[in-house]
């Protein structure tokens, strides 16, 4: 069992920045790929970025790339997901998930999950 928590979510405007992170419980977290997803208010569920086990590959949906970066430090069991440009349609609640395989982009294919935290970006 692995569990995840997400911090760093808020409100900010329109041009500018924020930083997820996603804390793990577990110290075989450098075994999971991991992967951020979001859900905005009667929507599915969505893709966003993806990275691979050892950091070294990334995947993003067309969506957020070139604006978002997501990162990991396995000393630490951390996933990062970096935002910059944030534009009102990134309003969301933003999920991190562990999985197998970072190019993955249905949930699903993601077996745990952490519980949330909102970005709210006002244009």
């Known amino acids: 069992q692995v569990q995840l928590v997400e911090s760093g ?3 900010v ?5 924020l930083r ?5 419980s577990k110290r075989t977290f450098s075994n999971y790929a991991m992967g951020w997803f979001r859900q905005a208010p009667g ?4 893709f ?14 067309d969506s957020v790339k070139g604006r978002f970066t997501i990162s990991r430090d396995n000393a630490k069991n951390t996933v990062y997901l970096q935002m910059n440009s ?8 933003y999920y991190c998930a562990a999985g197998l395989y ?17 970005v709210t970006v006002s244009s």
Do not use: F, H, M
């Open 48 to 61: 966003v970025a993806g990275i691979s086990w050892s950091g070294g590959s990334t995947y993003y949906a």
């Open 102 to 118: 970072y190019t993955r982009s249905r949930p699903l294919d993601y077996d745990y999950w952490g519980q949330g935290t909102q």
């Open 9 to 11: 979510g808020g409100l």
């Open 20 to 24: 997820l992170s996603c804390a793990a």
């Open 86 to 93: 944030l534009k009102p349609e990134d309003t969301a609640v």
């Open 13 to 17: 405007q329109a041009g500018g920045s």
């Open 43 to 46: 929507k599915e569920r969505e």
